[in-house]
């Protein structure tokens, strides 16, 4: 019985697990270049002692991994939103040093520099900071030009930092940006290209997220049902052990 309301307990514990990467999901159907987080389990075969038959398995749970389909492309007029046509990453810059992300969604601070998510968005020369400005251009590769209050003289004033890596070796932060395993930064890749004016949205697939969520509900009424028949087995042999 003990080995049953064990194995029980590991199931409802992964499916608790499954249900907290499903509700994050949902939450950020609407985040802007939001990636889905995937769960991940193996199943682990319990090896059998003495004359115990071989008929365990454990759930073990895996690192999730993300979704890389990427998202609609919506348009917004704006011309600090941004997003990145077929493959590619924006760079910004957090304490742990590059991250790298799909949101295109670019603020200046009070101090006219670029930032995403509060992040400095980084740039192929370093961070970019915007100058009164009387109009604002963003060509497809990345780089910025302005046509200045005073003269009307267009002028470049940075390159955003596009990366291409293989999104197989990125891994998920809680931050929600995406690092390289060893955290050490990208090289610029100058074949990624841009649209202004865009924003790509969060590959959430709320339908199917709202089914495994139900799904996994029913999961864990089952594990939590065999725990009580363990439990009821547990009492019933209990009771013969009295009564001889």
């Known amino acids: 019985m003990d080995r049953m309301i064990y194995t029980a307990a590991k199931g409802a514990a992964r499916v608790m697990e499954a249900q907290a990467i499903r509700a994050n999901n949902l ?9 889905a ?11 059998a002692t003495g004359n115990s038959l071989q008929t365990r398995v454990l759930a073990q749970t895996q690192s999730s991994g993300f979704n890389q389909q990427s998202g609609a492309l919506n348009p917004t007029g704006r011309t600090l939103d941004l997003a990145i046509n077929d493959a590619g990453l924006f760079t910004v810059m957090t304490e742990e040093g590059e991250g790298y992300t799909r949101s295109g969604a670019i603020q200046p601070d009070e101090n006219g520099q670029l930032t ?32 200045a209050d005073e003269g009307g003289v267009i002028e470049e004033i940075g390159q955003l930092k596009l990366v291409n890596p293989d999104i197989n070796d990125m891994s998920k932060g809680l931050d929600g940006l995406l690092y390289t395993q060893d955290r050490q930064p990208l090289p610029a890749n100058d074949q990624v290209s841009i649209s202004s004016g865009f924003l790509e949205a969060s590959n959430v697939q709320a339908v199917g997220e709202l089914i495994a969520a139900m799904d996994l509900s029913r999961q864990f009424e089952v594990q939590v049902k065999l725990m009580k028949s363990a439990e009821k087995l547990a009492e019933a042999g209990n009771r013969l052990l009295r009564n001889a």
């Open 27 to 35: 939450a950020n159907a609407d985040t802007t270049g939001f990636k």
């Open 116 to 147: 995403l998510d509060g992040r400095p968005v980084a740039g192929v020369d370093g961070p970019i900071v915007l100058p009164e400005y009387r109009e604002l251009f963003v060509g497809e590769d990345g780089r910025l030009s302005i046509v």
């Open 37 to 47: 987080d995937l769960e991940r389990v193996n199943a682990m075969t319990v090896a």
